[in-house]
């Protein structure tokens, strides 16, 4: 079992940056894929970046893609979202996930582990 924190979320305006960090204890971090996901109020949960075992490979979808970057550090243990120009339209809580393997994964059921969330809020 992966045990997730993240950290990071927090109040900006429109066009503005966060990142996010997800610390995780556990299993060998290196040995399991990481995503990200997010759900606004009243909406389903979305997909938002994956990123393989290595760091080498990332997806995104059209929504976030150019804006955000998933990136890991696995001396530290640590995925990170690096999110710019960030749009009213991205407030929503975020979570980062542990996948079941090492490939790249960005189907919710392909995570087992979920942090609780943090609150990311951008105000227009």
């Known amino acids: 079992q992966v045990q997730l924190v993240e950290s990071g979320g927090g109040l900006v305006q429109a066009g503005d940056s966060l990142r996010l960090s997800c610390a995780a204890s556990?299993?060998?971090?290196?040995?399991?894929?990481m995503g990200w996901f997010r759900r606004a109020p009243g909406k389903e949960r979305e997909f938002v970046a994956a990123?393989?075992?290595?760091?080498?490979?990332?997806y995104y979808p059209d929504s976030v893609k150019g804006r955000f970057t998933i990136s890991r550090d696995n001396s530290k243990n640590t995925v990170y979202l690096q999110m710019n120009s960030l749009k009213p339209e991205d407030t929503a809580a975020y979570y980062c996930?542990?996948?079941?393997?090492?490939?790249?994964?960005?189907?919710?059921?392909?995570?087992?582990?979920w942090g609780q969330g943090t609150q990311v809020t951008v105000s227009s």
């Open positions: 996930a542990a996948a079941r393997t090492r490939a790249l994964a960005y189907s919710a059921a392909d995570f087992g582990s």
């Open positions: 556990g299993r060998t971090f290196s040995t399991y894929a």
């Open positions: 990123i393989n075992w290595s760091g080498r490979t990332t």
